[in-house]
């Protein structure tokens, strides 16, 4: 079965059409057969997507390391729990599960896992897809900024051409041509 790491925040924010964008992604990743792997909370916009593919028939593996069990409330009722000792083994384990990554909204956390992924596939540790989905231009900020490394001599024009960008979950999954299962 084919599988995508959803980084996202543990809050659902203060706009609606975030929530609203985890939904329709988790209805795409269920309609469409794609696992989710994510960071196992039940609340926020990683509690929307999760229940949101879990409530449609598919399959949600939640990954989630024991100081943020009570904290962010793990999910109980997901298809598999993993609870492990550190947010390194967390990310290692999403990306091995991974055949992909999407960045909804959310906050440091969820930058930083992102900014990692997309540094593994600049250095060639891997080659998945990695995108953003740009829920009500969220991430127009981050864009700009990238765009300002590669003009300032920063970051390359082929990194910056790995992060893939769109505002609806079907154009950004379409990029990452999956094989189908």
């Given at each position: ?15 609606d ?27 926020g ?69 992102f ?26 900020p ?40």
């Amino acid at each position: 079965m084919r599988s995508i790491a959803v980084f996202c925040g543990s809050r659902a924010g203060k706009n609606d059409t975030y929530k609203e964008g985890a939904i329709k992604l988790g209805n795409l990743l269920a309609e469409q057969k794609i696992k989710l792997i994510y960071g196992g909370s039940s609340i926020g916009l990683m509690g929307a997507i999760a229940q949101t593919v879990h409530e449609n028939g598919g399959e949600v593996i939640g990954i989630i390391p024991q100081i943020l069990v009570k904290k962010e409330i793990s999910n109980e009722g997901l298809t598999d729990l993993r609870v492990v000792n550190s947010m390194h083994e967390r990310k290692a384990m999403m990306y091995e599960l991974s055949d992909g990554f999407i960045a909804l909204p959310g906050g440091i956390g969820t930058l930083e896992e992102f900014a990692e992924v997309i540094t593994w596939n600049a250095i060639g540790e891997h080659k998945k897809p990695c995108g953003l989905l740009n829920i009500d231009n969220y991430y127009d900020p981050f864009i700009k900024l990238a765009d300002h490394m590669v003009q300032q001599g920063f970051m390359s024009q082929e990194i910056r051409d790995l992060i893939l960008l769109e505002d609806d979950p079907a154009k950004l999954l379409s990029k990452f041509n999956l094989e189908p299962n």
